[in-house]
């Protein structure tokens, strides 16, 4: 089974229809136990119960980036390979890593207000999030002004990666700008600054939020395929009642109108 | 290397002839300045402290509202069908375009620049400062809304789609336009760095932008 396989989409669907169940089961599975472990783990000496804002904060966060990462790559799969399940996957992940983007600017926001007294602050991390929430959007509604699928995959494509040049260079420089947020302190040189105790539950829950997001762009990615079928059906019908429409007048066009009844 | 010179003079030519409209992003830039009083109200003293701010602002939208003509007319008169197809890489002319483009709109707008700054009351320093970063940054303005103006004449869809795709991109040329003049004029930090880092930006648009509009133009055609 290699990724040629499943450029053929009917048996990525049926691959998938078997997938799906176990990968939500484990997710369901897992964000139990991350929750379970973060509402357990101690309060901070300082931020108090706050603190458990950053178990959902912090996935969020990681995801908003992971996603365009996974966006990237299915771009150079559209212009390099033409593989044609890349621009589904492409397609189908921007709305869910702009989801991720927007909770991980909520949850921030709310952990915000009691820990710098205000709900938004022109800071260099949230000012790079902010703008790369607005990139999303911008692709989001470049597939939505485009109706032909195939021709807004490719320019989609040349400004996801595009965008991926520029975001480390954005972020750079919104890092010089402005800054309060505090530096990461998770993956860092020299060992994690944070106790095993805040440690662990957050890994899981970044380990279910990632399955999580495997889950939806699945599921997203099937949805995609079955629209994409849908659309096609109904212009063949709508090229069939034209044409019957066009043969004109009499016994044939009824019948043809029949049949595409009977189809429909 | 003759194809290329021949192709910039001949955007030039028309971007300068009636019709070309590569004049009216200095006009529009005169006025986005202008209109800034009305908003601010006429303190000089506030002014003189967001003069930088409103030049690289105005300087940014008049940039982007000249591009989305850069391959559009061409696309329309069927040259920019012989330009894909010619011999010349597509990267280079592509890159000849913007260049040309910048040379017709860009230009204009640095060598307005100390009129406005007069206007916003700025000394000799500060809108030389100005002008030397508008110098450095709008190239690489240019050669990353070409990428923008690229996907626009692939797509048939202009104005604000692309707006709002090109804007965010062009941020960091705008924080370090902005730092390096406002370094001049109050700032603790030096000219220096950010100006570096403003140049590093156009030469990184300067290989970056030409790829893209290349790849997406190549894709995107038929």
Redesign the interface.
Known sequence: MSLIDLANPTRFLALTARVLPWLAAATIILLAIGLYQSAYAPDDYQQGATVKIMFIHVPNAWLSMFVWGVMSIASLGTLVWRHPLADVAAKAAAPIGAAFTFLALLTGSLWGRPMWGTYWEWDARLTSVLILFLMYLGLMALWRAVDDPSRAARAAAVLTLVGAINLPIIKFSVDWWNTLHQPASVMRMGGSALDKSFLIPLLVMAIAFTLLFVTLHLAAMRNEILRRRVRSLQMMQASRVAFSSEAGAGSRGQNASKEVGAAG | MTALSALVRRDIRIALRVGGGALIGVLFFLTVVVLMPFAVGPDLALLSRLGPAILWLGALLASLLTLDRLFMADHEDGSLDLITMSRTPLELACAAKALAHWLAAGLPLIVATPVLGLLLNLDMVATGAVALTLLAGTPALTF?GM?GA??AV??H?GGL?MA??VL??S??VL??GV?ASQAVIVGPMTFGA?FS?LCA?SL?SFV?GPF?AA??LR??LD
């Open positions: 990353t990428i690229a996907l692939t797509l869809r789609l709002v795709l965010p991109l941020i960091p924080i370090f730092a950010p880092i930006l990184v970056v893209a790849a997406s894709h995107g």
